[in-house]
């Protein structure tokens, strides 16, 4: 019922910025509540971000919180991720979802119900 489609990563040297985006299909966009997730070789997906319907509540993990900064423009059906201040440990494929289910924020990977096909961010030291 909903496309998601990431894009703006790349190879950025540590302390450098990315910006991501994520655009979104569906009317009910403006409803959905939206996350960041990313995954590492070899390791397991988690929680990187998350914004509600109104774009007014956002969580972080504690591996980001004040360097990335979440963010959505309804009337554009884009979310976005500005990563700043990148370590080489952010290096991994970065995934936006949608909760189509609840109007609040979850770190859940489950309460999740539609996903994207990910971007590549690679930070070099």
């Known amino acids: 019922q909903v496309q998601l489609v990431e894009s703006g990563g790349g190879l950025v040297q540590a302390g450098g910025s990315l910006r991501l985006s994520c655009a979104a299909s569906?009317?009910?966009?403006?409803?959905?509540?939206m996350g960041w997730f990313r995954q590492a070789p070899g390791k397991e997906r988690e929680f990187v971000a998350a914004?509600?319907?109104?774009?007014?509540?956002?969580y972080y993990a504690d591996s980001v919180r004040g360097r990335f900064t979440i963010s959505r423009d309804n009337a554009k059906n884009t979310v976005y991720l500005q990563m700043n201040s990148l370590k080489p440990e952010d290096t991994a494929i970065y995934y936006c979802?949608?909760?189509?289910?609840?109007?609040?924020?979850?770190?859940?990977?489950?309460?999740?119900?539609?996903w994207g096909q990910g971007t590549q961010v690679t930070v070099s030291s």
């Open positions: 979802a949608a909760d189509a289910t609840r109007l609040g924020l979850s770190p859940e990977i489950y309460e999740y119900d539609y």
């Open positions: 569906g009317r009910t966009f403006s409803r959905y509540a």
């Open positions: 914004i509600n319907w109104s774009g007014y509540s956002t």
